[in-house]
């Protein structure tokens, strides 16, 4: 509010409407690089203070005595400070940006009156032409007129003899016509050709009109501005797409009363006459040379404009004085003609005819003194279309710069976004791959561990089973080798050609797999293709239209050219019959050109002179124009000065009620800091009763696991005994094994040394030894089949006995972990008792320097109140002059107030940072938190899952060493003899009650977990819920600079709730939110209500009330 009035005194010295578009692009680039400036600095600071945090993280975590924690304090006050600064650079940078936003729309209201203003001038000249088209009509009616006259003089003439001559030379006239006609012609067809040109340019500009309103629509408010300009020249457009349809029927029209004419012509010029006006024939002669001149000069002048209606109308108007001489002419022709005839009849009658010969002659000056008049109408006319054609011009400049600047701002948007989507995607990539990274190599690092333990027991125990099943093998593999049969052998073939099919299978399985995603990739492509297809297919249409539409034009074109040159041949052979005619006539026509060209000079002299007149008029006109401007722009800038006037008056007076609430709210502050003192103290009484319980619960607990433990180490030896016993049984198993191995072998050798020496025995003795070898085989198998489930059970035994040993090796850790933690919470009490003596000295310290600060707030408050008072004199007397020195001066003289708030703020701010050591419920809380956990920052406050399964690193090396010892003297059973069994079963038994002792203090532990988690997610919840607040106060002090304001207030809300478009009511949201200082939920929730979107009532209402009963059901689950 306070930069407001400079910036205006410069609006209104400088206007936008006098602004160049060059220079409001400029405004608008500029004011983007600032927006992103601003971003960048915020994404700075934001940063900045993510760093900050965490190195108070950190300090907190190194620091572990109170003068740290002071000089860490100390630190955090001078970086809060400098990031409050910071924040009120920003909010100014903030506000400027608000302001630059409303010069900007500001700016786009004079913009759309400007487009007005154009549309309004659009209508003034359709106004033009239609008068123009009137006065068109009245020159038409005039020429007919003329050409009824000039029929009774041509019946007049047409009895002198001299017209043979002259007959002769209006036919080598025509000749030239006829030619200047056809070139005319021609040219015609040249303005179709464009004409139809400009309609194909005019197809593509609508096209592109239609992409850059579909591109345009989701940009911001100048934008629609510029939509509706483009919407609106588009329809001039098409308006003057009509005219010169209109004005191309009209051109056809003419052409074919030429034609009409040209024929009549050729039907007058086979009979020829003399007379005497031939002087009236040059004149009239080096009048179309004149008009042909003209009309060349026009035709140059065609190609370079577009839509050059008023040029066609002069041709037109041109064309039309043509047709009309040359039916003159050719009427004259006729007379002269039928003078011919009757030359000898008509000698006597020769006196008469020269009296009507000077009668002709006064109306051919009156006729004269028409053309001039209508001369001097074209000329008028000609200036008008001069005018229209520079307003066309500009109008088509105006579109081209504006087309250029939605481009240029089109791909600015669309870079920025790409930038921004850009790193928002690297962003959250890197972020999602560094978190499974982390996943993966956490992962790795427990299955690694597991793995590693699991390979090197089952390495040493395969390699045991390795050797024994070679051992048996070996011993197996002769009599299977003797034995084997024909059976076994096809079933291994069939098991090798089952697995080859699988395998067969599985390969046509993925090569199919990898067709069908082919397939896939060829029907994507072939659809593309497809749809490629249509759209050529309507390009070739619409080609095929337009070749269509040139081919029906070429056509007529050589039809036109064909009739032009028959006519030409005509002519040629006819116009050598009247080349003497003309000669008498150009005698007759030179007398009369001297007289009106006399006349002419003196009509041209007083067109000059009422011309003079008409600039001078208009000069004073503009003059006028300039002064009113003046004195409106003076009006307007005396107002501005009387409002900012008034809105520092109103700045004052808020100052002052800001002072008073400040030393108001100074003093509430001291007794709410005595209050918190007292508070601190009971609440440090407290804490020392609830550390002294949690130490005997500590104790019982551990006790209770040391039980548990001593239960399971129990347990683990009854188990180790089995597992003994389980040995020696299966060793006995392998002994008898063995035996029975040597007696097959040794039976083997006997029945083969028995069947070499009775090879020609009968087959008696084949059967019964055949028989003995099936009894043996099952006997065999059996032998095998025991041996295989009591190695299964050793493999059980043995997987369950090192489960046993890892949970007692995991008890013992977590044993030996409890005790070091009730080591530490007992140093961690003594802290505590030492650190709270620190704080109440602190305390004292603080209340002491707050008091003296109060002192001197409220002696500098005295002070700048007297300040303020002084200001506000000033202000009075300066709103009583009225120059611009006053305004200067006031402007000068705001900022003192203005930084004597900040001052204010800045040491209030201070004040409360050094009070906040004393706080009740959360400074207190806080330094006791971060010096009880100075030494176990690692694990505190984990869940239950966690610290039952962290890792053993975390504990110190002699709970290692300790539990590497027990395991070696579990892990060694093999080495004790069978004499250790009662010692292991009486050692298993106490661990088992240690274990159970363990499991009870474990249970405490988690309770105790559970409430202190359920503490923190209160403090958190504090902390929110005061941050809320804080965040709320400052907005409402923001609020309160604006309630002056309340009239603009209730126009914006009333505008917000009536308007039904969803765009407009979204372009009022920021404005509310300058006004109202909206908080970022309350923000999106006015953008879904402007959207007419559903609001979602969570998190809407949030205050105490929903803490507290989100605290009380914690509270009831603990419980």
């Known amino acids: 509010m306070e930069t407001a009035s400079p910036r205006e005194g410069q609006k209104n010295a400088n206007p936008i409407e006098a602004l160049s578009k060059d220079e409001i692009i400029n405004k608008y680039k500029g004011l983007l690089n600032i927006a992103k400036k601003a971003k960048q600095a915020k994404d700075e600071l934001t940063e900045e203070n993510r760093l900050l945090k965490e190195a108070l993280k950190r300090a907190a975590e190194k620091q572990s005595s109170l003068p740290a924690m002071q000089e860490m304090l100390q630190d955090f006050t001078d ?12 909010k100014a940078k903030n506000k400027e940006d608000a302001q630059r936003m409303g010069q900007l729309e500001i700016e786009n209201e004079s913009l759309k009156r400007q487009l007005g203003r154009l549309s309004d001038e659009n209508d003034e000249l359709l106004a033009d032409v239609e008068r123009m088209e009137q006065a068109m009509h009245q020159v038409n009616l005039l020429g007919n007129e003329q050409r009824k006259n000039l029929e009774l003089l041509e019946t007049d003439i047409g009895k002198i003899k001299e017209a043979e001559a002259e007959n002769s030379k209006l036919r080598q006239q025509l000749v030239i016509v006829s030619e200047e006609s056809a070139l005319l012609q021609e040219k015609y067809n040249g303005l179709k050709e464009i004409n139809s040109e400009q309609r194909k340019k005019f197809n593509s500009l609508k096209d592109r009109f239609i992409d850059v309103h579909r591109k345009l629509k989701g940009l911001k408010e100048c934008k629609c501005v510029l939509l509706e300009t483009q919407h609106e020249y588009a329809a001039s457009v098409s308006k003057w797409q009509v005219e010169i349809i209109k004005a191309s029927q009209l051109l056809c029209s003419k052409m074919t009363s030429l034609q009409a004419e040209n024929e009549k012509l050729k039907q007058g010029t086979e009979s020829s006459g003399s007379g005497p006006d031939r002087k009236r024939l040059l004149l009239r002669i080096h009048d179309l040379e004149r008009l042909a001149k003209i009309v060349k000069q026009q035709q140059q002048e065609l190609p370079n404009s577009q839509l050059d209606v008023e040029s066609v109308l002069k041709k037109l108007t041109t064309i039309e004085k043509l047709a009309a001489i040359v039916k003159n002419e050719q009427n004259m022709n006729k007379e002269q003609r039928y003078q011919n005839t009757e030359h000898h009849s008509n000698e006597l009658d020769l006196s008469f005819f020269q009296q009507k010969n000077q009668e002709l002659q006064e109306h051919i000056e009156t006729l004269a003194k028409e053309c001039n008049s209508q001369k001097i109408k074209i000329q008028d006319l000609e200036a008008i279309c001069v005018e229209l054609r520079q307003h066309n011009e500009d109008l088509l400049a105006r579109f081209g710069l504006k087309e250029k600047e939605n481009n240029e701002l089109l791909a600015e948007m669309r870079e920025l976004n790409e930038a921004l989507k850009g790193r928002g995607d690297a962003i959250s990539r890197l972020q999602e791959q560094h978190e499974a990274q982390a996943k993966r190599e956490h992962e790795l690092e427990e299955q690694l561990s597991t793995s590693q333990q699991a390979t090197l027991d089952k390495s040493l125990r395969i390699d045991q089973l390795q050797g024994k099943i070679e051992e048996l093998e070996q011993a197996n593999a002769d009599a299977q080798s003797d034995v084997l049969s024909t059976s076994t052998i096809s079933r291994a073939e069939e098991l090798s050609r089952l697995r080859e099919l699988e395998d067969g299978y599985e390969e046509k399985y993925h090569k199919l797999r990898a067709l069908a995603a082919k397939l896939k990739k060829k029907l994507q492509d072939q659809t593309q293709q497809l749809q490629e297809m249509e759209q050529g297919g309507a390009l070739k249409q619409e080609l095929e239209a337009v070749k269509m539409a040139q081919v029906q034009l070429q056509q007529d074109l050589n039809a036109a050219r064909a009739e032009n040159q028959k006519l030409r041949s005509k002519e040629k052979a006819k116009h050598s019959h009247t080349n003497n005619v003309l000669n008498l006539e150009i005698e007759a026509a030179e007398k009369s050109l001297a007289d009106v060209s006399a006349k002419l000079a003196a009509k041209s002299s007083e067109l000059d002179a009422v011309k003079e007149s008409l600039a001078s008029r208009e000069n004073t006109v503009a003059q006028l124009r300039k002064e009113i401007a003046i004195l409106e722009e003076a009006k307007n800038g005396e107002a501005e000065h009387s409002r900012q006037l008034k809105e520092q008056i109103d700045r004052m007076q808020v100052q002052v009620k800001d002072a008073v609430h400040g030393k108001q709210q100074a003093l509430n502050q001291s007794k709410e800091l005595e209050q918190g003192v007292e508070k601190a103290k009971m609440e440090a009484e407290q804490l020392r009763l609830q550390l002294a319980e949690g130490a005997q619960q500590y104790e019982s607990k551990l006790n209770k696991a040391t039980e548990l433990l001593q239960a399971r180490t129990v347990e683990l030896e009854a188990h180790l005994a089995a597992h003994n016993e389980l040995e020696t049984a299966l060793k006995n198993a392998e002994r008898a094994q063995e035996d029975m191995r040597v007696e097959y072998t040794e039976y083997k050798l006997k029945a083969q040394a028995v069947l070499r020496k009775n090879q020609n025995k009968g087959s008696n003795r084949e059967q019964e030894l055949e028989e003995e070898l099936t009894a043996l ?104 002059n009225a120059s611009h020195h006053s305004n200067t001066s006031g402007l000068s003289g705001e900022p003192s107030p203005e930084q004597a708030k900040i001052d204010f703020l800045l040491q209030d701010h201070d004040t409360s940072l050094d009070v906040s050591a004393g706080d009740v419920s959360l400074a207190q809380l806080a330094a006791q938190r971060k010096i009880s956990t100075a030494s176990r920052r690692s694990h505190d406050f984990m869940p239950l899952d966690e610290l039952l399964n962290a890792s053993m690193n975390q504990i110190s090396s002699d709970t290692v060493t300790t539990i590497s010892n027990f395991g070696r003297s579990v892990s060694q059973p093999e080495e004790d003899d069978m004499g250790d069994y009662a010692v292991q079963s009486a050692q298993l038994q106490a661990t088992k009650e240690r274990l159970g002792q363990q499991e009870s203090r474990i249970k405490h532990l988690t309770a105790l977990l559970a409430e202190n988690e359920q503490d923190l997610a209160k403090l958190t919840q504090m902390n929110d819920m005061l941050k809320e607040e804080l965040r709320r106060q400052e907005r409402s002090e923001e609020r309160e600079q604006h309630m002056h304001n309340s009239e603009y207030l209730k126009n914006v809300f009333i505008k917000f709730l009536t308007l039904n478009n969803a765009d407009e009511k979204q372009r009022l949201v920021p404005v509310l939110n300058t006004i109202l200082r909206l908080s970022r939920n309350e923000m999106e929730m006015l953008n879904c209500v402007a959207k007419g979107q559903k609001v979602s009532p969570d998190g809407s209402s949030r205050g105490w009330t929903g803490f507290l009963t989100a605290w009380g059901g914690n509270n009831n689950n603990s419980n």
């Open 777 to 880: 085989r099952e006997s065999e198998r059996k032998l095998r089949d025991s041996n295989d489930g009591r190695a299964a059970r050793l493999a059980q035994l043995d997987g369950q006995l090192e489960a046993m040993q890892q949970d007692n090796a995991a008890l013992q850790k977590r044993s030996k972990e409890l005790s070091a933690l009730v080591d530490e919470l007992r140093q961690q009490n003594d802290l505590l008792t030492l650190e709270n003596q620190r704080q109440m000295q602190f305390q004292q310290d603080l209340m002491q320097k707050h008091r003296q600060q109060v002192d001197q707030l409220e002696a500098t408050h005295q002070t700048k109140l007297k300040q303020l008072h002084q200001q506000l004199e000033e202000s009075h007397k300066e709103q009583a």
């Open 79 to 90: 970086k809060n400070l400098i990031l409050t600064e910071q924040l009120n650079s920003l």
